[in-house]
């Protein structure tokens, strides 16, 4: 049907918009309403884990995913990076990530056996660790256990293998459960009870989490961590025993990657009461550059630091004005027996640095100053 344009008074179809002689609109221009764009994220349930975005680094993959394997005394989750990635490029692809991780692989039907749950189980366990010796080296003693259903074992099934106590020197819940698959399979080969007992009370691994008998009051750890995996993963292990304060005393690594260093800032002052920053092996770097890229990740967790250039005296700090309960952790050198400077190895045995101070404060030589 025709109708006139207002406008050039020429015939136009009704149904036109505009038109098509002058182009006057004939009829109001209609809004095409597109759905929005939610950008609200998927929020994870209580104990799945943590995603959080690291931001003005330009990162490729700047979305973080962490799991919770415990809590603190005072209810805070403890969460250690996602394994094998911990790093994606968007928070869905962090958020499926935790989702897989935290599924359930296993079927504990009221029927499954323990032999079926090891089959399940193991494959699984497998991607997660380089080695499955020690478990799979055990777990063929365990005949007495394979038909009986999951649900019906208990205490007694598995007890009764040694009636004893056990000392083992390396701090961590890993150390025991090493311990014990240790202890069953040497007694199962036919080792003495007493011989087994002996041998753990001696095992330590130099620059592992290796304590150093100092104190009645406080205690005293060697560690090599020295990125931010290592240094959570050690920092972790050590709140389980819940310490008065826990004293980080660390540096960084010169000609290394700062981001290396941001993150160990982060990560010591969010789970440090204390951080006491001093030099590791600077190489062609100074020390006070090195510290103060660590401060940048301190600024972001809001940690505690103080600044002491020679690592003895940063430790002899610590040591004369520790308290009871404290735990103090020398990070970073481990095994190692010196420090490079200016291409130029110089001796230093962290151990030896101890044993000198020790008998310094012996002789009254140092004092507490805090």
């Known amino acids: 049907m025709l109708t006139q344009c207002p406008e050039c008074e020429l015939p136009v179809s009704d149904k036109a918009n505009a038109c098509p002689h002058c182009g006057y609109p004939l009829k109001p221009s209609e809004k095409i309403k597109r759905p929005r764009k939610s950008n609200k994220r998927r929020r994870l349930p209580n104990g799945f884990g943590q995603i959080s975005e690291i931001k003005n680094r330009n990162l490729r993959n700047p979305f973080r995913a962490m799991v919770t394997v415990g809590k603190t005394s005072n209810g805070r989750p403890i969460c250690k990076p996602l394994k094998p990635e911990s790093y994606f490029a968007t928070y869905n692809d962090a958020y499926a990530a935790l989702v897989e991780y935290n599924k359930n692989p296993y079927d504990l039907g009221t029927a499954i056996t323990m032999q079926e749950l090891y089959d399940k189980w193991l494959p699984e366990y497998e991607k997660t660790v380089k080695s499955t010796k020690a478990v799979t080296s055990a777990w063929p003693y365990c005949s007495a256990v394979y038909k009986m259903r999951v649900m019906d ?9 040694m009636d004893c106590e056990a000392r083992v020197h390396i701090p961590g819940r890993f150390s025991v459960y090493n311990s014990l698959v240790t202890m ?10 007493q011989a087994i007992l002996d041998g753990l009370n001696k095992v330590q691994v130099k620059g592992r989490v290796e304590m150093l008998p100092v104190s009645k009051d406080y205690y005293l750890i060697i560690d090599y961590a020295h990125n931010e995996v290592s240094t959570r993963s050690v920092l972790t292990t050590l709140m389980e025993y819940h310490p008065k304060r826990l004293i980080c005393v660390y540096g960084g690594g010169g000609n290394r990657s700062k981001l290396r260093r941001y993150d160990m800032g982060e990560v010591t002052g969010e789970m ?3 951080c006491v920053l001093t030099c590791d092996n600077p190489r062609d770097e100074e020390i006070r550059d090195i510290n103060n890229d660590i401060k940048v990740g301190l600024a972001k967790s809001n940690g505690k630091y103080i600044e002491i ?23 970073g050198k481990g095994h190692e027996d010196y420090q490079e400077i200016r ?15 020790l008998e310094e404060i012996k002789e009254g030589k140092r004092v507490r100053t805090v």
């Not at 940063?314 to 990070?331: E, F, K, R, S, T």
């Not at 001796?347 to 000198?356: I, T």
Request: include cysteine; aromatic fraction near 4%.
């Open 153 to 161: 074992i208990r205490a007694r099934h598995v007890k009764g293998c």
């Open 343 to 357: 291409g130029v190895k110089y001796h230093f045995d962290e151990r030896e640095a101890v044993a000198e101070i």
């Open 272 to 274: 440090a009461d204390l």
């Open 309 to 331: 250039d020679d690592r003895k005296e940063a430790i002899a700090y610590c040591m004369v004005n520790a308290q009871p309960g404290d735990m103090i952790v020398l990070l």
């Open 184 to 193: 069953l399979v040497c007694h199962l080969a036919g080792i003495s009870d």
